[in-house]
């Protein structure tokens, strides 16, 4: 069963998302690291652009597929994780942590209201798994 | 609901992420992509590859039938030879690809499994004269142990002296104590064989293979690193690179296309004007001069303007870049041309360059 930490918010579309201030870091959770497998490059298009909420923010290549990321909440695209550039293996290994991919100064607290908690999220997995 | 090919506990017991590919659940990988794709690269791995379809064909006019069937001269085959070859209709649009292989007491077609079907209704349609057919797919499984350790593997567990198999020929042994087939062929670019038997065996075979090649860490292989392994190698798949509207000849396939076999062929008139008037288009190969990874489907750019489409691309897990193969207009085809790839709106450019992609597989 896919890790989903309790502290954290989500998205219908498995991105997590961590409050700190008025900044979101975000990421994609342990279920779409692990359905996508093999990650080999990460590409955050959208740094210092405004961004609408569900608006593709960049983009996830796995050797089999290329997904886009989501904006979980709208905002300023302030940072994306140029770690990734060299080790982008890291989001597998690491999806909650040294995997982030990027971080969003949102425009209003209210875009905070329309994302999941771990047991929302936890359900959409549940549908999600095709066995 | 899938079938299941008699490998499936052993992909479930090995955590294979199973999913529905040509009507059968296979794994699409155990480990991931990257990680068994260097394995069947460095020292051996194992391919359920029993969703392919099998098909023998007998009679006194089997090979006459046959060469008009296929696009190869299956007459230039000795018994216990194998060869790629091409089924075509009449205008040169590609039915299938296979492996036509001449045993002793009959000639056995191994087709690909989507297509399993479709190739026995047509040449079922085609049949004349003292020929019989039969398809054995689910009755005997087929199982592909590929990599540069494949032969001391094999070896240990197999009757045959495997030295004395070239490639494409084949031989029959036992394996792991079972009666079966066994030829030198694949489709990764590393040296590697494949094994006929029949499917109650299916348990027994597999798990002897893996106690054999322990000491070289062999691997069960998914039907991702499958993918990789051909791509580098420019194999081409059906449904991606080669279908009905493709022929041979633009394929770069003219190697197994004996247009001057006497009787010819079904599409042989065609493919001979095409051959002729040279194809307006070409497969090739393509490698990303950045970071970016070609997808099927995406546009072939040059000079901002279409000139063909990528029909297979992935990530290189041996050039660690994207490359892909793509059908591009004739003037465009030689090797070091510098194109672009449409990379969902951006011009990512790229090169032409002589396959395969990957230059230092062990095949012999």
Not at chain 1, 51 to 64: L, M, Y
Not at chain 2, 35 to 41: A, N, S, W
Not at chain 2, 74 to 96: F, R, T
Request: charge should be negative.
């Amino acid at each position: 069963m896919a890790n989903i930490p309790e502290d954290l918010k989500y998205t219908r579309t498995h991105e997590w998302v961590r409050l700190e201030g008025d900044v979101v870091t975000l990421g994609i959770t342990d279920f779409a690291q692990h359905e996508l497998s093999d990650i080999v490059y990460v590409e955050v298009t959208t740094v210092g652009k405004t961004v609408k909420n569900e608006e593709a923010i960049g983009t996830i290549e796995a050797v089999k597929a290329v997904s886009d990321l989501y904006a979980p909440v709208a905002g300023t695209v302030v940072e994306g994780n140029e770690s990734l550039r060299d080790s982008p293996a890291t989001v597998n290994q690491d999806p909650y942590g040294a995997g982030w991919i990027a971080k969003i100064k949102v425009a209003s607290q209210s875009e905070l209201a329309g994302l999941l908690d771990a047991a929302a999220y936890a359900e959409v997995v549940k549908k999600s798994v095709h066995h | 609901m899938s079938n299941y090919t008699p490998f499936h506990d052993r992909h479930l017991a090995a955590g294979g992420r199973m999913v529905d590919f040509a009507g059968y659940d296979l794994p699409v990988q155990f480990k991931g992509i990257i990680p068994e794709h260097r394995r069947v690269r460095t020292t051996v791995g194992v391919f359920d590859v029993s969703h392919m379809g099998r098909i023998e064909v007998r009679g006194r006019d089997a090979l006459g039938w046959l060469n008009r069937m296929t696009t190869n001269d299956a007459a230039k085959l000795d018994v216990n030879q194998a060869q790629y070859s091409v089924l075509c209709y009449e205008d040169g649009g590609i039915v299938d690809d296979l492996v036509v292989y001449r045993l002793a007491d009959c000639w056995l077609l191994v087709v690909n499994g989507a297509n399993n079907e479709k190739d026995t209704a047509w040449l079922k349609e085609h049949l004349s004269g003292d020929v019989e057919m039969k398809n054995v797919t689910p009755a005997v499984a087929q199982l592909a142990i590929q990599g540069p350790k494949a032969e001391p593997t094999m070896q240990r567990i197999c009757s045959a002296d495997l030295a004395r198999i070239g490639f494409y020929w084949a031989g029959r042994a036992t394996v792991a104590g079972v009666d079966g087939l066994i030829s030198r062929t694949g489709y990764t670019g590393e040296d590697g064989f494949e094994v006929y038997f029949p499917a109650e065996h299916a348990g027994k075979v597999w798990d002897d293979v893996f106690a054999s090649g322990r000491e070289f860490e062999i691997e069960p292989i998914g039907l991702g690193a499958r993918d990789t392994l051909r791509l580098e190698m420019k194999m081409a798949l059906y449904g991606n690179d080669i279908d009905k509207t493709t022929n041979p000849i633009e394929a770069g396939l003219g190697w197994v296309v004996a247009l001057d076999k006497p009787g010819g062929f079904i599409g042989c008139e065609v493919l001979k004007k095409v051959n002729e008037e040279k194809p307006a288009r070409r497969l090739v190969c393509l490698e990303m001069e950045d970071r970016s990874i070609p997808r099927p489907h995406y546009r072939i750019l040059a000079q901002e303007t279409e000139i063909g489409l990528v029909t297979s691309g992935t990530m290189s897990p041996s050039l660690n870049k994207g490359i892909a193969l793509g059908y591009v207009q004739r003037k465009y085809a030689k090797a070091d041309t510098l194109v672009a790839v449409d990379v969902r709106g951006r011009a990512a450019p790229a090169r032409i360059v002589k396959p395969p992609f990957y230059k230092h597989g062990s095949r012999k």
